[in-house]
């Protein structure tokens, strides 16, 4: 989603938000949304996105060849938000569409919500989003079906007076406890000396922190922030043979060049490589009318 409803208002008239995510093995994503209706009530918008998971080389059951595939994700998409008060946000996303793997179909259909509380003084904002409330239907036989994995979300935002800086920070997957896999805190045994290694990790602190992810935003010059986040969960799950690193940090830009603004990420994930995001704002040309001429 590259527009939450609960952000729309009447300063993002006439804008077409894109977006483009290059992620690993041929993997990739874009999106592209336009405000359709914005008040100081209730604003609108409707939006595309579409998922391509790559390709895929086929082979039958006694595993000859059978060339190439692919498959993705194409959905259509709905918001609006009703603005309560000066403080207070409410919105709702509609979206649904088709999901493929090579001859596999499947149709989903959701809804996600959200609440958006901003302070009186207009410096922090608080809000709670449960996205992926709906289901998936099989055409196929073959691909799962039934309720898909919600997600419920709380983020906060706080920024302060004469300060160059914002604080973000999110916390993801609160309808679970659990987030590590199975078997991450059981103690290990050398392989050479049959010893047993106790695992001294602190359980509770890892499971909430798995829970959390925030960064800073850093104004670095008139139409110029520079971001750093950071993600516990995917440093910890894509670890490689112990070895970290750098996973789950990320960096980007957001700026603006004339009438376009931009946000260029760059999001570690694993030794193998990062993804990059990419989104654009673009003005939507203004209709101008001619003023009638009145004869005298």
Not at 15 to 37: E, H, M, N, R, W
Not at 97 to 126: E, P, T, Y
Not at 269 to 278: I, K, Q
Request: hydrophobic share 40%; with cysteine.
């Amino acid at each position: 989603m590259t527009v939450h409803p609960c952000a729309l208002d009447s300063s993002v008239e006439r804008q077409v938000y894109t977006s483009y995510l290059d992620y690993f093995a041929g993997i990739k994503a874009a999106s592209v949304a336009v405000p359709i209706s914005t008040s100081n009530r209730r604003s609108s918008y409707v939006g595309m996105r579409f998922v391509s998971w790559g390709e895929f080389e086929g082979a039958n059951a006694a595993g000859i060849p059978t060339g190439t595939f692919s498959g993705g994700d194409y959905i259509l998409q709905y918001g609006s938000s009703w603005r309560l008060d000066s403080s207070w946000t409410v919105g709702v996303t509609a979206w649904g569409g088709m999901r493929n793997l090579a001859q596999v179909n499947a149709g989903v259909a959701a809804l996600d919500f959200a609440v958006l509380r901003r302070s009186r003084s207009g410096r922090g904002a608080v809000g709670l989003v449960v996205s992926n409330v709906g289901i998936q239907e099989d055409f196929s036989g073959i691909m799962p079906e039934g309720r898909l994995p919600h997600n419920v979300q709380l983020g906060w935002s706080q920024t302060f007076p004469n300060a160059p800086f914002t604080f973000h920070l999110r916390a993801q997957r609160l309808e679970t406890w659990e987030l590590a896999p199975e078997g991450t805190y059981d103690d290990a045994f050398d392989p050479l000396t049959g010893e047993l290694i106790p695992n001294d990790t602190w359980v509770w602190g890892d499971q909430l922190f798995r829970h959390l992810s925030g960064g800073v935003s850093l104004k670095l010059g008139a139409q110029l922030r520079g971001h750093i986040g950071y993600n516990h969960q995917r440093q910890k799950d894509m670890a490689a043979a112990g070895r970290t690193g750098v996973n789950g940090m990320s960096l980007g830009l957001r700026g603006q060049f004339r009438s376009i603004q931009y946000a260029l990420g760059r999001s570690v994930y694993h030794f193998a490589g990062a993804s990059t995001h990419l989104a654009l704002v673009l003005q939507w040309p203004q209709v101008r009318t001619k003023t009638p001429v009145r004869v005298p």
